[in-house]
């Protein structure tokens, strides 16, 4: 009987453990979009740096369909996750914050650079897209 029981608890430890390891892999995976007052804020997992834009600096929102990503300068660059500095032709060193799945991304250029970002799925990034570039068009004026 105490093997058994001894049984049963090591498989709920490792049970445990093996779901708190997948929350943290779904975490370390995730892009995370504030819009606050004055600024969009994105984040990405613990450790990395947020990406501030102020809405008065922003020049232009479109919805890229199919983004290079490039070359990694800096950041998070995994399967799940490309969090960071990158450089590439099209944009020079620009942020990036992308599921590297989700093949469109919102591309913002301000006077200070380019970033990329996506959230979600296709369908959720191109709605995203659309109420921000009205949502920034009210802040801006």
Not at 60 to 66: F, M, N, P, V
Not at 86 to 111: M, Q, W
Not at 121 to 126: D, G, M, R
């Amino acid at each position: 009987m105490n093997k058994k029981y001894s049984r049963y608890i090591t498989g709920a430890l490792i049970l445990i453990m093996v779901f708190v390891a997948a929350i943290r892999m779904q975490n370390a995976a995730s892009v995370g979009i504030d819009f606050n007052d004055t600024r969009i804020v994105i984040t990405g997992p613990s450790g990395t740096e947020p990406f501030s834009i102020d809405y008065r600096e922003i020049q232009s929102i479109t919805l890229i369909d199919d983004y290079n990503s490039g070359t990694k300068v800096s950041g998070v660059q995994n399967r799940r996750l490309y969090y960071g500095t990158f450089h590439n032709d099209v944009y020079g060193t620009y942020a990036l914050c992308a599921v590297p799945s989700i093949r469109s991304a919102i591309e913002i250029r301000t006077k200070n650079g380019i970033i990329l970002f996506n959230y979600e799925s296709e369908k959720v990034t191109a709605a995203l897209s659309t109420s921000l570039t009205e949502f920034v068009s009210e802040k801006q004026q």
